[in-house]
Structures are given as structure tokens and as C-alpha cells.
């Protein structure tokens, strides 16, 4: 119980004061994730959609395979980005280990597949309501995937916030592509598991709550942002 | 605009739910589906309105397709409403022609005051009551004033005053050279709407006649047994 006050009392500190090294690595956390989540979320809300209206041969084995991918070790994400991304890898070329960029390239690897399948979801309810008006409306296909990406708008406002959750505490494939370096590519998370290992349970505690009220702050701007809760616009 | 289907089936799962079925509709006329439930009357206009495939024959219009289908309307028995306010609603089909703005607005706030939501524009669709879902429905499908407008059992589970405002919409549209083509249980709004009846029985035209004299004499003895609310099996 200690450790717990001491850690909300850390994170008082750290916040009121404005700690240089926290507003670094709190402004990599979300730097990372939300790039992560825009490249997820243009690849995988159009990807989602598509899956629920189209109908073609393979879609059930392709709708098992996504949902399967939502499960994806981190880890191993971390591990296979690491390889590919390694000097001796396919695309060691670019230098890109040990940098944020590698983080988000693991990240949106791991969240694409859980907004997609999110999407997918909310879009097959929202399709076997539309279906018939929007035939019998003479409706094009384009037509058609915006109606519901417009109409869905606030399930896939919750499939990417769904996404951008995973991401934000995601740990261990961002330790393994990004090193936990400090001022490079330390984040909120890696500095958790840093602080954790050190014994300094206070200020890993402290970074946690952090970290919590950031996830929560995110959501309520973004609800805030688009309305969702107010009559008439949903 | 006429739609003549020849020697139409429909098939599922091997079970023929439709057919074989020959029928010409060609005047701007209230034309009423009767029949026992499983008859195929939803499967029939489904079939004319081109949302629902032949397994075998033709539906031939006259009019070339694409052309035909946008002069067509459909209101489903339980009214699908757009996750969207009333106006967003109204102003859809308008929007998926590419019509002017300033003309969606007037004909929006037209059609929101003919069928009295026109204090409810900004209100969201799906929840407004039963009766007040089917006449935006009913409204969204004659904002484009369609040639040819298909309803299927408009006024199931409606009070009756919702069930007379649907009515005066209908015959308002009929008289401006709307063909109209509906599905109906309820043979009292069949005999004040019906200018001719197409009397399905197991997934055929079974009789077809103009409306006073269907109701005053059947030919089929199942018609006659139909019209007095015996059971048909």
C-alpha cells in the first residue's frame, strides 16, 4: 500500500513540476502510438469495411486469419521487425533500428489487425442494416462504403481508440526494436519496465499513473473532439 | 413505365419460393398483392424492384436498367432509417443523385411538413415511433417522385390514424402518375386502395382482376375462401 501512495505521490510531483525527462518520454509515448495508429487506421478502417460488404471466395479464411492476428505475441512482433530491420535483415538498409520509427512500423504490425477485425465487426452489423435501402437505392459500391464508414463513424472511432490503447501500453516489442534508449527512444512503458528492474517501484508507479491518465486524457478529447455523445449528431 | 416478368422463378436452397410466374404492370395504378403468408407476394416485389434474383426467366422493363431502377422506390414492411437525423434522411436519395443543395432543402422541409416531422428535421431517425419511422420511409421514397414505387405491407403493426396519413400520401402520389405496387394483409385498405388485385397462392398468380370486381365475385374458389378469412392450406 506504500508503494502505491508513494507512486500516486511520484506521479503528483512528476506532473506538477513538469519533469523534463517525463514530458520527453510522455511526448515519444504519444508521438509513436498515435503515428501508429494513423497508418493502422487508414490501412485497416477501409480494409474492415471492404471485408464486411465484399464477398468473395477465401473471406471466411480471411476473416479466421484477422481475427487470429488480433492475438499476435508482441514479442515476437518485436523480434521478426527486429530481424527484417537488423543490419543484416531485408531492410537493414535504412537504418532504422533503435528508432522510433522501428516502434511505430512493430506497433502498427500489431494494433492493424485489432481495429480491422473491430471494424470489420461494426461494419457487418451496420451492412445487414442497410443492405436492402441501399440496393434498392441503385447505390454504388463507393457509395456504399461511404454510407457506412460515415454512419459507423463511432464504431470505428472506438475500433481505433480499441487500437490506440494497445498501443500506448505496449511494451515488449518496442523494448526489442527501440532499446528503451535514453532521449532516443525511451517511452512511458519501457521506462515502467526500466524503473521496475531497478527496484524503484515509486517512480515506475508513478509512471504508470501517468501513463493511465494519458489513455484516459486521449479518449476524452477525442470524444470530445467528435461529439459522440450528443443527441442528434450519432 | 411497365415491367413484364416471363415465366419468373425463384429458387432457394433447392425450394422454388416463386414461379412460375407471368405478369405485365403497365398503368399508373394502385395495384394491391394479396395472399396467404408464404404466398411469395415480399418475393414478388423484390423480384420487380430487381433486389431479390431470378433463378430462371426475365424481368424485362421499359426502360434500360440502370435508368429504370433510379425511377423506382421500395418501402420495406419494417423501415430501415439511416443512422442519421430526419433531414440527413429525407435528404439522402437527393444527395446520391448529386441534386443541387438549395433544391434538397426545399424539398425536405416539403416532404418533413406533408407527413408533420417538419418540427422534428433535427431529431434521430431511429428513434422516432413506428408510425412516424414508416411515413419518413414512405416520404424518402417519394422525395425522388419515383415512376414506380414498391410497398411492402406499408402499414403492419400502424395505428389507424398512421394508417390513413400513408394512405392520403399514397393516393396523392398516384394521382401525380406514381404507379404504385403493394403487398398488403389487410384486405379493408385493399379494397379502399386496390385499383386491380394480383391474388398469389403458392408462389403463383392464382387470379387477377380489377379490384371491384375481385371483391364483389372471385373466379378461384381459393380467392373467395380467401376474402371471407378462411384458412387457405
Known amino acids: ?234 | 413505365m411497365s415491367l413484364t416478368l416471363s415465366q419468373a422463378v425463384v429458387k432457394r436452397r433447392g425450394k422454388r419460393i416463386l414461379g412460375p410466374v407471368d405478369l405485365h404492370l403497365s398503368t399508373a395504378e394502385i395495384t394491391i398483392v394479396l395472399g396467404p403468408n408464404g404466398a411469395g407476394k415480399t418475393t414478388l416485389l423484390r423480384v420487380l424492384h430487381g433486389v431479390e434474383r431470378l433463378s430462371s426467366g426475365e424481368l424485362a422493363l421499359s426502360k434500360p436498367d440502370a435508368q429504370a431502377r433510379q425511377e423506382q422506390a421500395y418501402v420495406f414492411q419494417s423501415p430501415i432509417m439511416l443512422r442519421r437525423t430526419v433531414r440527413a434522411n429525407l435528404a439522402y436519395p437527393l444527395e446520391l443523385l448529386g441534386t443541387a443543395r438549395p433544391i434538397i432543402k426545399q424539398k425536405v422541409e416539403h416532404w418533413a411538413e406533408r407527413i408533420g416531422l417538419a418540427d422534428a428535421l433535427e431529431r434521430h431517425a431511429p428513434r422516432l415511433s413506428g408510425g412516424e419511422k414508416q411515413k419518413l420511409a414512405l416520404a424518402r421514397a417519394l422525395i425522388r417522385s419515383p415512376d414506380v414505387l414498391f410497398l411492402d405491407e406499408p402499414c403492419a403493426n400502424l395505428d389507424g390514424r398512421s394508417t390513413r396519413e400513408i394512405e392520403t400520401l399514397l393516393k396523392d402520389a398516384q394521382l401525380r402518375g406514381t404507379q404504385i405496387v403493394m403487398t398488403t394483409h389487410d384486405l379493408g385498405q385493399a379494397r379502399r386502395m386496390a385499383s386491380e388485385v394480383v391474388f398469389l397462392l403458392y408462389g403463383k398468380v392464382h387470379e387477377r382482376a380489377d379490384a371491384k370486381a375481385f371483391f364483389a365475385k372471385p373466379d378461384t374458389q381459393e380467392a373467395q375462401a380467401f376474402l371471407k378469412g378462411d384458412i387457405i392450406e
Open chain 1, 1 to 234: 500500500m506504500n508503494d502505491i501512495w508513494a507512486g500516486l505521490e511520484a506521479a503528483f510531483w512528476l506532473i506538477v513540476t513538469l519533469d523534463a525527462d517525463l514530458v520527453e518520454i510522455t511526448l515519444r509515448s504519444l508521438q509513436v502510438s498515435l503515428s501508429a495508429l494513423v497508418v493502422a487506421s487508414l490501412i485497416a478502417l477501409p480494409f474492415g469495411t471492404w471485408l464486411a460488404i465484399r464477398r468473395f471466395r477465401y473471406r471466411r479464411t480471411a476473416i479466421a486469419v484477422l481475427n487470429a492476428l488480433m492475438g499476435l505475441p508482441p514479442v515476437v512482433v518485436g523480434l521478426i521487425v527486429y530481424l527484417l530491420l537488423s543490419r543484416s535483415g531485408p531492410f537493414g538498409v535504412f537504418g532504422l533500428l533503435f528508432t522510433p520509427s522501428a516502434m511505430i512500423v512493430a506497433q502498427v504490425i500489431i494494433i492493424t489487425p485489432l481495429i480491422a477485425s473491430i471494424t470489420h465487426q461494426a461494419m457487418r452489423e451496420l451492412w445487414a442494416e442497410y443492405h436492402d435501402l441501399l440496393i434498392s437505392l441503385s447505390t454504388t459500391k463507393r457509395q456504399r462504403i461511404m454510407t457506412l464508414i460515415w454512419d459507423g463513424r463511432r464504431a470505428l472511432l472506438t475500433a481505433a481508440l480499441a487500437g490506440f490503447g494497445r498501443a500506448i501500453g505496449e511494451v515488449g516489442a518496442i523494448m526489442i526494436v527501440g532499446g528503451n534508449i535514453d532521449h532516443a527512444t525511451r517511452v512511458l512503458t519501457t521506462a515502467i519496465a526500466l524503473e521496475t528492474g531497478k527496484g524503484d517501484f515509486a517512480l515506475a508507479l508513478g509512471l504508470g499513473f501517468v501513463l493511465i491518465a494519458l489513455a484516459l486524457a486521449v479518449n476524452i478529447l477525442i470524444h470530445t473532439l467528435s461529439r459522440t455523445e450528443q443527441e442528434g449528431r450519432w
